[in-house]
Each structure stands twice: as structure tokens, then as C-alpha cells.
């Protein structure tokens, strides 16, 4: 049999890690070696203390982390891990928003089986599971497909600090309190905002916040 391979998964609700790793205990043979941790600072501690987790399942929504600030974090700890977000929803601007900011790939917890298994061996076995099948028919099963779209298509264009504060904006913060969550000075989040409403074509903050509602 060929060697385990060890994936983190990380998700607050007991259930849904239980029927994860009863579900996928095995992949093309292989057994899976699941790692649990139910906050951020269990996941980021957990990485740290086994460097041979070949990849991450990262909740969006955790006790002590709540949207992509949490795939934000985690990279910043460990920037070479493979993390794909696992979360129930499927928005298009929440899946461009997380491969902009460096995600692996994108799960989606309502996914059919074969599916999500399918994205897992591409996960796991980026250059390709076997010789028969090739690489890029693997990658393309890591994040859902869209039509292409201008507006989306300008946002993954942008770094990952404009990317952070334009989800600071569209969860309704003010500058200041962005300036708070971020540690930058309040003239500078005013750039910042500033840049992104050039960058993306609109108007106001407000134009801003209803393309993405």
C-alpha cells in the first residue's frame, strides 16, 4: 500500500470532522491521516508541530477567526502550507477573494462526494494522482469554475493588504475602525479605499458595497 498521506482539518463542529475523516479515511488506496483542531490557534499550533501535513482544510468560521481572515493568518504562519478552504458557502467573490490571497483550493461542504473527493486528490497529488491522468485535468478540480466576469477578474488582480480592507469595507467597517483591526493609520486607510475604488471602477463606497450584495 502506498504511504498515508496527513491532512489538518479544521472546523469547530465535531460532526462534520467526524463524517469528513469516516467519509474520506482512504483515498486511491491511500490511507488518510486526519489531524482536527477546532480554532485557528489549535490549526496554526498543530502545523507547527507536525511539518509533514501534506494539506489543510480551513474553515471559514471559527471562534477565533471569522472569513478569510483566518486563511490570511495561517499562511502568514506557515506560507508554504496547502490550505483550501472548506466552507459552506460558494459565493464567487468569497472563492476569488481566498485563491487571491493564496488558498490551495476551495471545498465546498455541500459538495457531492465524488466531487469533493476528486478536489482532495488534486490537493494532495498536485502534480497528478497517476501517470494516466494529467496534471491540469487534476488542478482545474481545486476551486469551483465561473464565468469570467470584469469585476471579479479586477479583484483577484489586487494585493493581499487592498484584498483585506476591501473585506473590512464590505463588512461594513468604517475606516477607523479598519484602522483599528489593521494597525494602520486612518490617513492611510483612506488611501487605501481610495485605491480600491480606482481600481475597481466604482463610484462611491457605497456603489462599492452593492456590486458585491
Not at 467519509?23 to 490557534?41: F, G, K
Not at 474553515?59 to 502550507?81: E, I, V, Y
Not at 494529467?134 to 493581499?160: N, T
Request: aromatic share 6%; net charge neutral; glycine share 6%.
Amino acid at each position: 500500500m502506498s504511504e498515508k498521506r496527513k491532512v489538518l482539518l479544521v472546523d469547530d463542529h465535531e460532526l462534520v470532522r467526524v463524517g469528513v475523516k469516516t467519509m474520506y479515511a482512504e483515498i486511491r488506496d491511500v490511507p488518510i491521516e486526519w489531524i482536527e483542531a477546532s480554532t485557528l490557534q489549535e490549526a496554526i499550533a498543530a502545523y507547527a508541530a507536525q511539518p509533514d501535513i501534506d494539506a489543510v482544510l480551513l474553515d471559514l468560521n471559527l471562534a477565533d477567526c471569522k472569513g478569510l481572515q483566518g486563511l490570511r493568518h495561517f499562511l502568514l504562519a506557515h506560507p508554504k502550507a496547502r490550505v483550501a478552504v472548506f466552507s459552506g458557502t460558494q459565493d464567487e467573490f468569497v472563492v476569488r477573494q481566498a485563491r487571491a490571497l493564496g488558498a490551495s483550493g476551495y471545498v465546498g461542504k455541500s459538495t457531492m462526494m465524488s466531487e469533493m473527493r476528486d478536489t482532495l486528490t488534486a490537493l494532495l497529488w498536485p502534480g497528478g494522482a497517476s501517470e494516466t491522468r494529467a496534471p491540469s485535468s487534476v488542478s482545474s478540480k481545486l476551486f469551483p469554475r465561473f464565468p469570467s466576469s470584469a469585476m471579479y477578474d479586477r479583484v483577484a488582480e489586487l494585493g493581499p493588504r487592498h484584498l483585506e480592507i476591501l473585506e473590512l469595507v464590505l463588512s461594513g467597517c468604517t475606516n477607523q475602525e479598519i484602522s483599528s483591526s489593521t494597525g494602520l493609520s486612518l490617513g492611510t486607510i483612506k488611501n487605501y479605499v481610495s485605491s480600491l475604488l480606482l481600481a475597481l471602477d466604482v463610484r462611491s463606497r457605497s456603489h462599492l458595497i452593492s456590486l458585491f450584495r
